[in-house]
């Protein structure tokens, strides 16, 4: 006998049971076939029927749904006979995950290769007829299903039921001569203990509590064996289910699926009309000077691209980055291998010439190696989204969609989750959450984490829900989809894949990413680049106001201006510069030249980065510079003799080794991956190559080992030309235009405090004046005005949609006259009385007559006059001055200190008044953080502690990194470990302390004593 009906933990929250663990529990208990029988969805198809053919055993692939016969509806399984059945599941099932209702009509008439069995679960209609015996309904549904479907079983389920298999016998008895009957026991876990954990999942997926009465819980519905079985089942019954599985023979031989074929206006076939697109961008690109080697690279490139078929992969790619530029969408010039393709650049995908870079279109598209291009595009992230709906608009719902992914219940979130189930307080599972380390699993974090498993031994209430999250963790939580993939096709998708519906026109893929190009469907990754929204914005604004045309791919790359600010690692804003370190690198390097960019994005990585300080000499002495043989100088010049790109490996690999630079990609694969046997038959062939060039043995050998030990982390040159190119735009943008960078800078992180501060820092160090929020003259971004940037009123925290386009609207109908009247203006438009506090408070209001301390004292007397001038009629709010005279406003005198920490509350940092500068009048001999970034030596320093981290030195010792600021400027303190052991019960932050230390580096200085200041 064998299970027909089981669901894995992809039915969501509907069962935890691994498919792994489903093949195991086939295998343990001696059945050959393996059965899965998801609910609607067919999430797990790939992953089960891979895992099965490993394992050596027959899978059956099946789904369990519902259908609507006479507004009744009736449950039922349907299992794959063959390929054709398969393909019958998949179109149910995406019109069960398209939300839309199937009837038994469209049901039958769709599964004609499936055999069909009742569900049996005694929750549908059916189950109506059986409980209450009504004999006719049953017969008359019984012969329906019998007419419908060639191989149609009722199920004899859940005897383990007394009640159950009473009913069953009756059933039975009523259509054994009508029809076969069948056992079927429902599957949902491995073990009967296992109903915990499903109880668990069915409270998730519900949002209530383990204690719940109303909870449905499946018990019994465990793997049984099959003695347990046979003790249940009539021997006939489970006959039937062998005789089922005979029947069920899927082989997913699919014919494999192609991308559309790429429609033109001339109509011309697709190789034709590439040809002449490649010819045409390749003039254009060389302003009609085309030489040779250029003509010869387009060529071949043509040849290999045609010979693979993607003609139509390039064709389409072409037409989406024409469609968004004619829609001034702006486009990456490249990312990732692809910018090697000369194709490529002719076509406009790329932006970088690859002859003139050196970068190898054998490290995009390899020959001797058939697998799917992969361009992947990035546009700005706020326009993406138009790109994806032409593509769906121009091919169709059915052939172009996205991809499903799966939220996982990871450590944090199943702690979340089912400390919910058991009521336990959100405080007491941050405490446990709270020491656990970054991608720590909870079993590694029970064996290695001493304060993860105190806490756990030490509370009942934890080890229960260690306990009861630990068979739950890494399980699928919910479908979501893939952040930038999309997948086309020539033939409907549901023809090689079941779809789900995301919205009104879209669908996702149910299976994920790694299956589909094994199903000849290709992806391409649209992906949203924040940068580029930004770049977009500063291009726009400098046209706005300047009257500009910038054109960003034409700025020169030798600029002065911009080598200066990379040199000065001046790089907050620019796009994969901001982290600490490599400004440091950047402080070091000085680049001077657009290589060196390239060559910081490929050397600021883990592996790398201890060739940063050779690389660094051999640039500033080039008689440093050393080749393990005169053949590699070309290869490796650019570099100062360090291999740091694949390119250079695979080059290294030709002219040292004489291999085809198709040989040389798999010879990198092959480094990268640490396959011995290959590289050992790529070793012999290196040597032999080396030998014919004369070059010895020792030496090639060498060679050989150095490419072994820098192809383990060399980084793509191809990817580190393209966005090295997007960082000199951005710090180009810097250097040249500074007040536009940082108003389109801003722009992008309004809603981040974090960034805002940073950057709004980073405008006073350079006398770029931020102007508070004004009701008077924001705007929903910020705007330039003669003396400075205006704040918009959304910076203010509580300050949403709902409320700043309103305070604008109101005031270009007309200008705001006084603080009372905007009051009652903003009462007429039920503005809530604290959104007029938090404008107090984030100076929004000084405009007017008064002081914040004055509008505050006063707001309710105002508020109160609002009240009784705000007439409400059928027209709307009538504003009726005359009724009462307005209050007269008592005038206080100002609170600095207070104004400061208000600001501080709705803004989240220090804006007009920082509380430094009233304590510098204790501290007279205080440097400015400002000024003590520009000198060295010992320097005493005010600020307040905004963050701090602890580390542990090499000799065990803790220490601490400390940043403290004041009302211009941010500085590190490096405090060490004697210091520390006296300090840190002092360093909390937002303190204020007067630190005395040493400066000898840049933006950090050694601290050698603390004062800490008291808060009046």
């Not at 050393?626 to 010049?637: A, D, G, I, S």
């Not at 005493?940 to 009302?967: A, P, S, Y």
Request: glycine letters at 4%.
């Amino acid at each position: 006998m064998n299970h027909l009906h089981v669901r894995s933990c992809y039915s969501l929250l509907e069962s935890g049971f691994k498919l792994e663990d489903i093949i195991d529990h086939c295998l343990q208990k001696g059945f050959y076939h393996a059965c899965l029988t998801e609910h609607n969805s067919l999430f797990s198809v790939m992953k089960f029927w891979h895992l099965c053919k490993e394992k050596g055993v027959h899978p059956i692939i099946g789904l369990e749904t519902e259908a609507i016969l006479k507004e009744k509806e009736f449950h039922f399984i349907l299992l794959a006979k063959n390929d054709t059945g398969l393909k019958e599941l998949y179109k149910i099932s995406t019109l069960k995950m398209s939300s839309e209702t199937l009837s038994f009509e469209q049901l039958s008439l769709s599964t004609q290769n499936c055999v069909v069995l009742t569900a049996s679960d005694y929750e549908d209609e059916l189950a109506s007829y059986i409980i209450k015996e009504k004999d006719e309904e049953i017969l008359s549904f019984v012969n329906l299903c019998k007419e419908a479907w060639k191989d149609f079983y009722v199920s004899i389920a859940m005897n383990d039921s007394s009640f159950h298999r009473q009913r069953n016998r009756y059933l039975k008895d009523l259509i054994s001569n009508l029809v076969k009957t069948v056992a079927l026991s429902r599957i949902y876990y491995g073990e009967k203990e296992d109903v915990e954990n499903l109880k668990v999942l069915r409270a998730i997926a519900r949002q209530t509590t383990l204690n719940d009465a109303t909870l449905d819980v499946s018990y019994n519905r465990y793997f049984r064996t099959i003695g347990e079985m046979e003790e249940l089942y009539d021997e006939q019954d489970l006959k039937a289910t062998d005789e089922i599985c005979e029947m069920c023979n899927v082989q997913m031989a699919f014919k494999r699926n192609t991308l559309p074929v790429f429609k033109n206006q001339y109509n011309a076939d697709s190789n034709t009309f590439l040809n002449s697109l490649c010819k045409a961008g390749l003039k254009k690109r060389l302003n009609g000077h085309v030489k040779e080697n250029y003509v010869k690279r387009l060529q071949y490139e043509l040849h290999v691209i045609q010979s693979m078929g993607f003609t139509d992969y390039f064709l389409i790619v072409w037409d989406f980055i024409r469609y968004a530029r004619s829609k001034e969408i702006m486009v990456g010039p490249g990312r990732g291998s692809v910018a090697g393709s000369l194709v490529a650049y002719c076509l406009g995908i790329t932006h970088i010439d690859p002859i003139e870079n050196d970068l190898l279109f054998e490290r995009f598209l390899n020959p001797d190696r058939i697998s799917m291009p992969d361009i992947d595009t990035d546009f700005p992230d706020n326009r993406r989204e138009e790109v994806i709906q032409y593509v769906i608009n121009r091919y169709g719902n059915q052939k172009a969609s996205h991809i499903v992914t799966f939220n996982t219940m990871k450590t944090k979130q199943v702690l979340r989750d089912v400390s919910r189930c058991m009521s336990m307080p959100v405080r007491k599972v941050d405490e446990l959450i709270r020491v656990l380390e970054e991608k720590e699993t909870l079993l590694e974090a029970y064996h290695k984490n001493i304060n993860f498993r105190k806490k756990i031994e030490q509370d009942v209430k934890y080890q229960e829900l260690f306990k009861r999250a630990l068979p739950l963790e890494g399980l699928p939580r919910h479908a979501s989809i893939h952040a930038a993939g999309i997948i086309l096709s020539q033939q409907d998708i549901v023809e090689v894949c079941p779809l789900m519906k995301v919205d009104e026109n879209t669908y996702a893929s149910q299976f994920t990413m790694e299956y589909l190009e094994e199903l000849g469907l290709i992806k391409m990754d649209f992906l949203g680049l924040k940068n580029l929204s930004t770049i977009d914005q500063i291009l726009k604004t400098i046209e706005s106001y300047l009257h500009v045309s910038l054109d960003i791919l034409k700025i020169p790359l030798n600029d002065a201006k911009t080598y200066q600010l990379l040199s000065n690692a001046d790089t907050v804003g620019v796009f994969q510069l901001e982290s600490e370190g490599i400004k440091q690198l950047l402080y070091k390097m000085k680049p001077n030249q657009f290589e060196d960019i390239c060559a910081i994005l490929a050397l600021y990585r883990p592996g790398p980065m201890h060739n940063i300080d050779e690389y660094i000499e051999r640039k500033k002495d080039p008689s440093k510079v050393t080749y393990l043989h005169p053949l590699l100088e070309p290869v490796l010049k650019d570099t100062y003799g360090i291999m740091i790109y694949q390119e250079q490996i695979m080059k290294t690999a030709q002219v040292i080794g004489g291999f085809s630079l198709s040989q040389a990609d798999n010879l990198r694969k092959a480094m990268s991956k640490k396959n011995m046997e290959m590289m050992e038959s790529f070793k012999v062939q290196f040597l032999q190559g080396a030998y014919q060039k004369g070059i010895s043995q020792k030496v090639a050998l060498e060679i050989f080992v150095t490419m072994e030990r820098f192809a383990q982390y060399g980084f793509n040159k191809s990817h580190s030309y393209a966005y090295g190119l997007i960082v000199y735009q951005m710090a180009y943008l810097k250097a040249n235009y500074p007040f536009y960078f940082y108003k389109c800078l801003l722009d992008s992180v309004i809603g981040s405090e974090k960034k805002t501060m940073e950057y709004i820092y980073e405008c006073q160090k350079r006398n770029i004046q931020i102007l508070k929020p004004s009701v008077l003259y924001s705007y929903e971004t910020y705007s330039i005005e003669e003396k400075g940037l205006r704040m918009p009123l959304q910076v203010l925290k509580g300050i949403g949609k709902s409320v700043y386009p309103l305070i604008i609207e109101q005031r270009e109908k007309q200008e705001y006259q006084n603080f009372i009247e905007f009051v009652v203006r903003t009462k007429s438009i039920s503005i809530e009385d604290s959104v007029l506090k938090i404008f107090i408070d984030g100076g929004a209001l000084d405009c007017f007559e008064y002081n914040r301390e004055t509008m505050r004292a006063n707001l309710q007397k105002v508020l109160d006059y609002a009240h009784l001038v705000c007439t409400q009629t059928s027209e709307g709010t009538l504003l009726c001055y005359d009724i009462v005279s307005p209050p007269s406003i008592v005038r206080y005198s100002d609170n600095p200190m207070a104004d400061a920490q208000k600001e501080f509350d709705v803004f989240g940092f220090y804006l007009t008044m920082h509380p430094i500068k009233e304590l510098r009048k204790q501290f007279p001999k205080s440097t400015p953080i400002q000024q003590v970034l520009s000198i060295n030596g010992y320097v005493n320093v005010l600020g307040k502690v905004n963050g701090f981290r602890t580390h542990k030195t090499k000799n065990g010792q803790w220490m601490c990194f400390m940043t403290i600021e004041d009302e211009k400027g941010r500085l590190d303190v490096v405090v060490m470990p004697d210091l520390y052991k006296l300090e840190k019960e002092n360093i909390q932050k937002n303190r204020f302390v007067y630190v005395n230390g040493k400066k000898d580096r840049p933006n950090s200085i050694l601290a050698k004593s603390f004062k800490w200041i008291l808060e009046k």
